[in-house]
């Protein structure tokens, strides 16, 4: 079946320090969705990418989805202690309901 | 109701016990989603709702586990027969229809522990 793989799994950072996450699916992909969840939080919807080799911006963060519709990344620029959180990517193949990755856990130290 | 609402928000029971767990989406939503999340995990699939149907039940993880929504926007899930494997955090999500281009919003999730 489908899976979304996302590395690295833990990311320590300087606050000021850029950060990236990314995400490989062994399907291609309708869309794909990030998602941050804050610690004792849920997830909250950040983005949704469509087309191939789509790039959308949101601020700091930088969300692209790769050409073969396989593989995604997320970069924020300059981290903030407000970054903090676990980031989720998730994708739907046709179909099918939305499959997360493992997350990427960040952590940032002023 | 201004977000995804989800009761209780922390549930322990017996092994051997059964449960059920309510979400009530945002109102107007169609599609409506359980997950659940353990630790350090992703959320992973249960069930999904269009309306008043299950549209796809295939991450149900066997028999004990139940859902219904039977008009169309308040669901409950149930399980039966609990088991320690079943701690986790329950989340549920809806979204204006299963087409729509936005992303799902959760609730704050039913923290479950099976004792």
């Known amino acids: 079946g489908q899976q979304v793989m996302q590395i690295p799994q833990y990311q320590h950072v300087q606050e000021g320090e850029d950060f990236t996450t990314y995400c490989n699916s062994s399907t291609t992909l309708s869309n794909i969705q990030w998602y941050k969840q804050r610690p004792g939080g849920h997830p909250v919807f950040l983005i949704q990418?469509?087309?191939?080799?789509e790039v959308k911006k949101q601020k700091r963060l930088t969300f692209q989805f790769g050409e073969a519709k396989k593989n995604s990344s997320l970069h924020i620029t300059a981290t903030q202690t407000t970054d903090v959180g676990t980031y989720f990517c998730?994708?739907?193949?046709?179909?099918?309901?939305?499959?997360f990755g493992k997350g990427t856990t960040l952590s940032v130290s002023s | 109701g201004a977000g995804v609402s989800q009761t209780p928000s922390n549930k322990v029971t017996e092994k051997g016990k059964y449960v059920e767990l309510r979400c009530d989406p945002i109102s107007g939503h169609t599609a409506l989603y359980w997950y659940r999340q353990s630790l350090g995990q992703g959320p992973e699939f249960l069930i999904y709702f269009q309306g008043t149907g299950a549209a796809d039940d295939s991450g149900l993880p066997n028999d004990r586990f139940f859902a219904v929504r039977p008009e169309g926007s308040v669901s409950t899930l149930k399980i039966q027969r609990t088991e320690r494997g079943d701690s986790a955090v329950y989340l549920c999500a809806s979204r204006e229809t299963s087409n729509a281009g936005d992303g799902y919003t959760f609730g704050s999730g039913t923290r479950l522990t099976v004792v």
């Open positions: 990418l469509v087309k191939s080799g």
């Open positions: 998730a994708g739907h193949q046709a179909g099918t309901a939305l499959i």
